[in-house]
Nanobody
Framework: QVQLVESGGGLVQAGGSLRLSCAAS????????MGWFRQAPGKEREFVAA????????YFADSVKGRFTISRDNAKNTVALQMNSLKPEDTAVYYC??????????????????WGQGTQVTVSS
């Protein structure tokens, strides 16, 4: 089992920045891909970004490309999502996820085995 705990959410004005962090514990060797998803009120959860174990492969939703970056520190078992130039439409609960599935692209919910509880991000206009 892998436990994931997110932190760093909050309220920020449009154009501002936030950095989300996710700490993994347990069988952290089962986290080949780590990703971030988000769910806005009344909407389905959607993919935001993902990163491979080595960090050599990263994936981003079109809506966040050029504004968000993802990084990981395997020594500390953490993954971070740096969010810049935030927009009101980025408001959502952000979830950290992990999977050891290396055969499928890490951009779909069903690929992930482990999920955090989520952290709220609110961007005011």
């Amino acid at each position: 089992q892998v436990q994931l705990v997110e932190s760093g959410g909050g309220l920020v004005q449009a154009g501002g920045s936030l950095r989300l962090s996710c700490a993994a514990s347990g069988r952290t060797r089962s986290t080949y891909y780590m990703g971030w998803f988000r769910q806005a009120p009344g909407k389905e959860r959607e993919f935001v970004a993902a990163i491979s174990w080595s960090g050599s492969s990263t994936y981003f939703a079109d809506s966040v490309k050029g504004r968000f970056t993802i990084s990981r520190d395997n020594a500390k078992n953490t993954v971070a999502l740096q969010m810049n130039s935030l927009k009101p439409e980025d408001t959502a609960v952000y979830y950290c996820a992990a999977t050891n599935d290396v055969a499928r692209l890490p951009t779909r919910e069903y690929v992930y085995d482990y999920w955090g509880q989520g952290t709220q991000v609110t961007v005011s206009s």
